[in-house]
């Protein structure tokens, strides 16, 4: 049931005036929230489980892996890790009028947060990020995806039974709810989707100066370089591509593979395909469904304007069952079709042959900067090459997806793919602020007094 938008204000209001009692400050009672949140990750899994397999009908081992299981992982990271996160750190000074000081920076929360999820990883999109906004000491408002409406509604009656109604709020809706939303002050907002939206977001934002992380998409590339080994290559790009049915943000969009190994990937792809998914993939309880009739539409249409002899694996659909097969199209050009000229975000995957690995770093480039970029190569040379020639949010070489699980390492895009990043540490920093704060004696003042008018050549040593 979707919030009214008349209470919105309302609902923001009664979260600030928690905020500045300073109840989520205490990091004792971070680590209640915290694990109170765990508890109902694991409390309710099959609960979980059912509502994402209602919006999504995929495999419960999928649900697993990257709804739950990452969200598990934060909470118990910033579990461990909350009493080193939230020391205040003293550091050196190096003016010598402050070297008698103490300088150190506070980690103190940003205040009231905003958060709004996508729904192609309804859970993992819209918790992930709370469990970060909880560590830091913030009070938090979420927004699930309407799209993926089981799941928001699920999260809407399970949250206020185990985190602190005070402190955290579910806000249901779609645009005008989120628009409403958008227009109330926020000290961060923290949102997930496409570019679009993005610019609205920071638009809003703008208004109050409200600092943003956007977490977008776009196409991520895959370079196949010629030493790589086909049928590894393929059989993990598949497996990428396949799953969540490509609706991943990090999913591989689009190969880039050298000319003369198309026809060996082309059959490694068949033959895998079969292999997980066997004669009819519809059959299959593995394979995932597109999410709408609306997103079904899109993807069928960049196969209907596509050269039948080119689809090399699959292209089967059926619109009732909002299902399209795992389908490889090629050969096909870089640029001048929608395939290659929007994110895909479905399991079509578009080949590129190309002459050289320099012929793909052209293309990479001349698009916009990806999420993520994979790599295939054992040749440290070929790799560093790409590397130091291309940008991206992430990199993996010889895998894909990967990157999303470590919260060793920062999540996000630049430029067009997005900006800031979460997932670990990453995720405590964006919703804290570093509050610098010098401490000095109220005596010495005779030294002080170096700084003060009437001002002399010697007194310009000293300051
Ligand atoms: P979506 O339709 O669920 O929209 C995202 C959120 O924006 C929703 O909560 C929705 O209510 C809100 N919204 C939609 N229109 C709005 C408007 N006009 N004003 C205010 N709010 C609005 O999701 P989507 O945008 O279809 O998501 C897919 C895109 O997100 C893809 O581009 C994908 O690559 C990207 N994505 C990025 C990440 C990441 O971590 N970088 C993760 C998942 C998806």
């Given at each position: 049931m979707y919030t009214h938008t008349a209470g919105i204000p309302k609902i923001v209001n009664s979260l600030r005036e928690t905020f500045q009692t300073g109840l989520t400050k205490s990091t004792d009672y971070r680590r209640q929230q915290l694990k109170s949140f765990l508890r109902l990750m694991r409390e309710n899994q099959d609960e979980i489980i059912h509502a994402v397999e209602k919006d999504l009908h995929k495999h419960r081992v999928e649900i697993v892996s990257a709804e739950i299981a990452p969200v598990v992982n934060e909470i118990e990271y910033m579990l461990e890790n909350l009493d080193k996160f939230t020391k205040t750190k003293t550091v050196k000074a190096h003016y010598k009028m402050n070297a008698m000081d103490k300088c150190t920076i506070r980690k103190e929360p940003k205040g009231v947060v905003l958060i709004i999820g996508a729904w192609n990883y309804p859970i993992n999109l819209i918790l992930l990020p709370l469990v970060g906004a909880i560590a830091a000491g913030n009070c938090a408002i979420i927004k699930p995806s309407e799209v993926a409406g089981n799941t928001a509604e699920y999260i809407a009656s399970i949250v206020p039974k185990y985190l602190d109604p005070r402190s955290f709020a579910v806000v249901q809706g779609a645009i005008e709810e989120t628009t409403a939303l958008l227009t109330e002050q926020f000290d961060h907002i923290f949102y997930t989707g496409n570019g679009a939206v993005g610019k609205i977001v920071m638009t809003a934002a703008a208004k109050h100066l409200t600092p943003v992380t956007l977490e977008l998409g776009g196409k991520s590339p895959v370079i196949i370089a010629p030493d790589a080994n086909i049928h590894t290559a393929a059989s993990r790009i598949m497996w990428a591509k396949l799953y969540n049915g490509g609706q991943?943000?990090?999913?591989?969009?689009y190969v880039l593979i050298p000319k003369d190994k198309m026809d060996e990937f082309v059959s490694a792809c068949r033959k895998i395909v079969k292999q997980r998914y066997?004669?009819?993939?519809?059959?299959?309880?593995?394979y995932c469904r597109i999410i709408s009739q609306r997103r079904f539409d899109t993807l069928q249409a960049y196969l209907d304007g596509?050269?039948?002899?080119?689809?090399?694996v699959g292209g089967e659909s059926d619109r009732n069952d909002l299902y399209i097969a795992p389908t490889v199209v090629g050969?096909?050009?870089?640029?001048?079709?929608p395939l290659l000229d929007?994110?895909?975000?479905?399991?079509i995957l578009p080949l590129v042959p190309v002459e050289d690995v320099e012929e793909s770093v052209r293309i990479v480039n001349s698009?916009?900067?990806?999420l993520a970029l994979y790599i295939f190569t054992d040749d440290k040379s070929t790799r560093e090459k790409i590397l130091d020639s291309t940008q991206s949010g992430s990199v993996v070489v010889n895998d894909?997806?990967?990157?999303?699980?470590?919260?060793s390492m920062p999540f996000g895009g630049v430029g067009p793919s997005g900006m800031g990043s979460y997932h670990g540490i990453k995720s405590f920093e964006t919703f804290t602020h570093e509050r610098s704060t010098m401490i000095k004696s109220s005596g010495l003042e005779n030294i002080m007094m170096?700084?003060?008018?009437?001002?002399s050549e010697s007194k310009s040593t000293l300051v």
């Amino acid at each position: 049931m979707y919030t009214h938008t008349a209470g919105i204000p309302k609902i923001v209001n009664s979260l600030r005036e928690t905020f500045q009692t300073g109840l989520t400050k205490s990091t004792d009672y971070r680590r209640q929230q915290l694990k109170s949140f765990l508890r109902l990750m694991r409390e309710n899994q099959d609960e979980i489980i059912h509502a994402v397999e209602k919006d999504l009908h995929k495999h419960r081992v999928e649900i697993v892996s990257a709804e739950i299981a990452p969200v598990v992982n934060e909470i118990e990271y910033m579990l461990e890790n909350l009493d080193k996160f939230t020391k205040t750190k003293t550091v050196k000074a190096h003016y010598k009028m402050n070297a008698m000081d103490k300088c150190t920076i506070r980690k103190e929360p940003k205040g009231v947060v905003l958060i709004i999820g996508a729904w192609n990883y309804p859970i993992n999109l819209i918790l992930l990020p709370l469990v970060g906004a909880i560590a830091a000491g913030n009070c938090a408002i979420i927004k699930p995806s309407e799209v993926a409406g089981n799941t928001a509604e699920y999260i809407a009656s399970i949250v206020p039974k185990y985190l602190d109604p005070r402190s955290f709020a579910v806000v249901q809706g779609a645009i005008e709810e989120t628009t409403a939303l958008l227009t109330e002050q926020f000290d961060h907002i923290f949102y997930t989707g496409n570019g679009a939206v993005g610019k609205i977001v920071m638009t809003a934002a703008a208004k109050h100066l409200t600092p943003v992380t956007l977490e977008l998409g776009g196409k991520s590339p895959v370079i196949i370089a010629p030493d790589a080994n086909i049928h590894t290559a393929a059989s993990r790009i598949m497996w990428a591509k396949l799953y969540n049915g490509g609706q991943t943000c990090i999913a591989p969009d689009y190969v880039l593979i050298p000319k003369d190994k198309m026809d060996e990937f082309v059959s490694a792809c068949r033959k895998i395909v079969k292999q997980r998914y066997g004669d009819n993939p519809q059959d299959s309880d593995s394979y995932c469904r597109i999410i709408s009739q609306r997103r079904f539409d899109t993807l069928q249409a960049y196969l209907d304007g596509m050269d039948p002899k080119k689809i090399v694996v699959g292209g089967e659909s059926d619109r009732n069952d909002l299902y399209i097969a795992p389908t490889v199209v090629g050969p096909v050009a870089s640029s001048g079709h929608p395939l290659l000229d929007q994110e895909i975000f479905g399991p079509i995957l578009p080949l590129v042959p190309v002459e050289d690995v320099e012929e793909s770093v052209r293309i990479v480039n001349s698009k916009d900067t990806p999420l993520a970029l994979y790599i295939f190569t054992d040749d440290k040379s070929t790799r560093e090459k790409i590397l130091d020639s291309t940008q991206s949010g992430s990199v993996v070489v010889n895998d894909l997806l990967l990157q999303a699980q470590e919260h060793s390492m920062p999540f996000g895009g630049v430029g067009p793919s997005g900006m800031g990043s979460y997932h670990g540490i990453k995720s405590f920093e964006t919703f804290t602020h570093e509050r610098s704060t010098m401490i000095k004696s109220s005596g010495l003042e005779n030294i002080m007094m170096a700084r003060y008018p009437p001002y002399s050549e010697s007194k310009s040593t000293l300051v």
